[in-house]
């Protein structure tokens, strides 16, 4: 079935430093990838998506590109903020109704 | 434009009491809808997922139980919690689309069984 692997946290950066987080996925066919976020206490957001090969999403500086080659749809940021801190899910749909998450990486950014 | 409602925010209940939490989605007709819950430093785990009035499908078997007696309405419900049914419940929804559109989280619930 499908599946996503994304790396395990916490992250912690100083403000303004670069990030990644690394997501890998399995799934038969041709899956769109999305990218969540969750503040404290709250539901998740959409932050992000790609629908085919090769498309980057973009969103409040936040990147990923769909890899197919690689199966990967890494999240990136030039220069994080605190306010970025939250919890971050990379999540897949192929071909059912239901959306596959991975377990989530939370990012502190210090001052 | 659509939204989603989701209450109690926040509810304590004694072990073995209860429980029924709602959902509605606004602006939208059917819609997929979905239950969520998510423990405390892991994923998202699903519970019930619905493509329409009545129909409910099962991911995990527990004591809670899913109802979607109208289009945009969705409740999750047990007869008696257990310690372990705390944790964070979320509902959600998405376009009746298989492949290309996002999920619209409701703010959740925590739910603490005491």
């Known amino acids: 079935g499908d599946s996503v692997t994304q790396m395990e946290g916490p992250v912690t950066l100083s403000e303004e430093a670069f990030l990644t987080i690394n997501c890998t996925y399995t799934?038969?066919?041709?899956?769109?990838l999305f990218w969540y976020v969750q503040y404290p206490g709250e539901g998740l957001q959409l932050l992000l998506k790609?629908?085919?090969?090769?498309d980057k999403g973009s969103n409040k500086g936040f990147e990923a590109t769909y890899r197919k080659e690689t199966t990967s749809f890494h999240l990136e940021k030039g220069s994080v903020q605190v306010s970025d801190s939250a919890v971050y899910f990379c999540a897949l749909k192929g071909g059912s109704y239901i959306p596959t998450f991975g377990r989530g990486t939370s990012l502190i950014v210090h001052p | 434009s659509q939204t989603i409602h989701q209450w109690p925010a926040t509810l304590v209940q004694p072990v073995g009491s209860p429980l029924s939490l709602e959902c509605t989605v606004e602006?939208?007709?059917?819609?997929?809808l979905y239950w969520y819950r998510q423990a405390a430093g892991r994923g998202l785990q699903l519970l019930f997922y619905?493509?329409?009035?009545?129909?409910i499908s099962s991911e995990v078997p527990q004591n809670l139980s899913a109802s979607r007696p109208q289009d945009r309405q969705f409740i999750l419900s047990s007869k008696k919690l257990l310690l372990s049914d705390s944790g964070f419940y979320l509902c959600?929804?998405?376009?009746?689309?298989?492949?290309?559109?996002?999920?619209?989280f409701g703010q959740g619930t925590r739910l603490t069984v005491v």
């Open positions: 799934a038969t066919g041709y899956p769109s």
């Open positions: 959600a929804w998405s376009v009746d689309d298989r492949r290309n559109t996002e999920a619209f």
């Open positions: 602006g939208t007709s059917n819609p997929n």
């Open positions: 790609a629908t085919k090969a090769d």
């Open positions: 619905s493509v329409g009035i009545g129909q």
